[in-house]
């Protein structure tokens, strides 16, 4: 990530470090292990991490919090201000405006606000040009700044306008006379990317669930809310490195070790299991330790349409009607690097190829006809990057090729070899003895079965 703070100011960098560790330290229930601490880690590209000073145990807590040290909305003195408009928002947004409140050089929070990055390397900002790199990769679809524009226009500028007076020392504060909702929604872009690369979705004390927490999205079923957590959002992650998680219960939050750490290595927080696409998109960084979660996106609609040719559109539609409602049709499936299908794609493809009026009850099953869908599927989805796997390989072999052209090489060479590997497996589906079956030859036990449950 590149950090807004002037980067060649060693001192700045270091000053703003001490300011922040100083604060977190001296505030009230906070218990920071003497045994952490700070490190630049930009020269690899990486910000600010936390490093081990001493050989920390396993289980050891680096960094205690109480709940009322997150920067959350409920903790915001905008919440006391603004509590019946903020209760409108959902919690994405309401803790954007917060962050933009807490902006100002009165805010409690003001030495960790400091910390905070400017400028990212997530996929909302890149350019036109860069994200052509990705093209094929379904994570190009999942950026939304376009979306994100009308809701920040729709949704926080109306508060924002009708309460000027709250944000007249924020950093939005010099435009709002110039460009207000120009600059509003700048400043929503940054907080919103900072909300995603840096926030926990914390438990609400006494909800009923498991006791800790990476920093993935999830469920806003009530039972959770997003909180920035100084300090503990200054770990990094790296897959199989990772080190640390953070726990919580009612009252506080910790960081801890989940294996020994020697001294002077760095500690790593878990993020979560994800795909080098969704790592760039919501963290604007790679490393080659996520390749194993990498993942290939099959869309239902590409699915049902070359499952469902034969079909007459009534039928076909009564099928798909019946696979949603039945939970086995997704927006999109996904392939991972262990190449399995999933079953409920089996079920999909099944289901549309099937002769009869028992299509109701097809199971997965790995059939020649089954296989030829998924052929062209995967051909067809292999079609939509504009390189081939050779030309990626050559790609990263020259070493001129760096920055964000590289990392997209990276991630969509990554999603070609999962297809490649996929058509050789689905090849093999189809032993010589089978060559003259077809769905028409569904075996009695199909026939007669019910589909399992999945
Ligand atoms: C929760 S913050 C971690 C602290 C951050 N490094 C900083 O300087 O403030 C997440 C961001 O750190 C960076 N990051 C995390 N892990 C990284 C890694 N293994 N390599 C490079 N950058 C990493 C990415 O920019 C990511 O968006």
């Known amino acids: 990530m590149e950090m807004d703070l002037d980067l060649d100011d060693d001192d700045q960098f270091a000053e703003l470090n001490a300011a922040f560790t100083a604060w977190l330290a001296g505030s009230s229930g906070v218990v920071l292990n003497p045994k952490i601490g700070l490190q630049d880690l930009r020269s690899s590209s990486a910000g600010r991490g936390v490093i081990a ?3 920390l ?3 050891e807590t680096v960094l205690a919090l109480p709940r009322a040290s997150v920067l959350s909305v409920a903790n915001s003195e905008l919440f006391e201000k603004l509590r019946e408009e903020l209760s409108t928002l959902d919690s994405w947004l309401a803790l954007i405006i917060v962050l933009i409140y807490e902006t100002r050089p009165s805010s409690p929070w003001k030495p960790y606000i400091d910390l905070l990055p400017r400028t990212f390397d997530t996929l909302m900002y ?24 009308v809701v920040f226009r729709e949704k926080l500028w109306p508060i924002v306008k009708k309460h000027q007076e709250l944000f007249s020392d924020t950093e939005i504060a010099p435009d709002l006379a110039i460009d207000a909702i120009g600059s509003l929604v700048d400043a929503a872009h940054r907080m919103g990317s900072v909300i995603m690369s840096y926030s926990f ?9 498991a006791s800790d927490s990476g920093s993935e999205d999830e469920e806003e079923d009530g039972r959770f809310y997003k909180g920035m ?9 790296d897959a199989g490195r990772n ?32 795909p080098r696409s969704d790592l760039l998109r919501r963290y604007g960084y790679i490393t080659e330790n996520y390749a194993r979660h990498d993942v290939v996106e099959v869309s239902s609609g590409l699915l049902t349409t070359v499952a469902g040719r034969a079909l007459d559109p009534e039928d076909r539609t009564k099928r798909i009607d019946f696979l949603l409602d039945e939970g086995v049709l997704d927006d999109a499936f996904d392939i991972g690097t262990d190449l399995r299908v999933p079953d409920d794609v089996l079920v999909v493809i099944g289901t549309l190829l099937h002769p009869r009026e028992q299509w109701r009850e097809v199971k997965p099953r790995k059939s020649e006809a089954v296989a030829r869908v998924l052929l062209e599927v995967l051909e067809t989805r292999l079609g939509a990057y504009e390189s081939g796997v050779e030309e990626d390989e050559a790609l990263l072999r020259d070493q001129t090729v760096q920055g964000r052209r590289r990392i997209a090489v990276e991630v969509r060479l990554g999603e070609k070899k999962i297809i490649v590997g996929a058509l050789a497996k689905v090849r093999e589906w189809t032993p010589p003895d089978s060559a003259k079956r ?9 026939r007669a079965g019910k589909r399992a449950k999945r």
């Open 53 to 55: 000073l001493a050989p």
């Open 57 to 59: 145990a396993q289980d």
């Open 126 to 149: 890149w350019s036109t040009a860069e994200l052509a790199e990705l093209q094929g990769s379904a994570v190009v679809a999942k950026i939304g700044r376009a979306e994100a524009d």
């Open 201 to 209: 979705e914390l438990e609400l004390p006494g909800s009923d669930s």
């Open 229 to 237: 957590v100084p300090m503990a959002d200054m770990l990094n992650a």
């Open 243 to 274: 080190n640390c998680r953070l726990f919580q219960t009612p009252t506080t939050l910790e960081m801890r070790t989940t294996v020994a750490i020697p001294a002077g290595a760095e500690l790593f927080n878990d993020y979560g299991a994800l």
């Open 438 to 446: 077809t769905e028409t030859d569904a075996p009695d036990g199909e």
